[in-house]
């Protein structure tokens, strides 16, 4: 084709499941950071339960727990367990919190850059709090397990 010549494209019309589709993935789009948002707040409610239950557990006065609790093996698992705890709970907070973004009000390339920033930022700090979550969770199980064990 030569510079200048005219190009003629047919187009069919969307099927109905197409539209369906297209609607969904705008949706999506358009919720992401709400959702992201929403995994954060969740991220750290569920931190803030688990603090409640990981210093109730510490706090118990039975003497057959207060024994374990002197082991140098369960306030060495209580200790981690509280620091990937409070390092989710941080990692939430980039999820949750707002930040700034600079971008030409008339540049719609620049506005796609800021909400991709936005949206990268957000993920980063849910999956970082959600691993983070999880080995806490994990090494308070296991904190609580040999509390158990040494109390037979």
């Given at each position: 084709?030569?510079?200048?010549d ?6 069919r ?38 603090y ?27 200790a ?9 709970l ?20 620049d ?14 700090g ?27």
């Amino acid at each position: 084709m030569a510079k200048g010549d005219i190009v003629s494209y047919s187009v069919r019309p969307l099927r109905p499941d197409e539209k369906e589709l297209i609607t969904w993935f705008d949706k999506q789009e358009t919720e992401s950071a709400d959702h992201l948002e929403e995994g954060g707040r969740q991220i750290i409610g569920l931190v803030t339960g688990l603090y409640a239950i990981f210093f109730g557990a510490l706090a118990l006065g039975a003497e057959k727990i207060e024994a374990s609790l002197s082991r140098p093996l369960v306030i060495a698992l209580a200790a981690v367990a509280f620091v990937f705890l409070l390092a989710a709970l941080i990692a939430a907070l980039f999820a949750v919190l707002p930040g700034t973004y600079r971008y030409r009000a008339a540049s719609i390339s620049d506005r796609k850059k800021a909400y991709d920033a936005l949206l990268a930022r957000k993920a980063r700090g849910l999956t970082a709090a959600t691993i983070l979550f999880g080995l806490g969770l994990a090494v308070f199980a296991a904190m609580t397990l040999t509390m158990l064990f040494y109390r037979l």
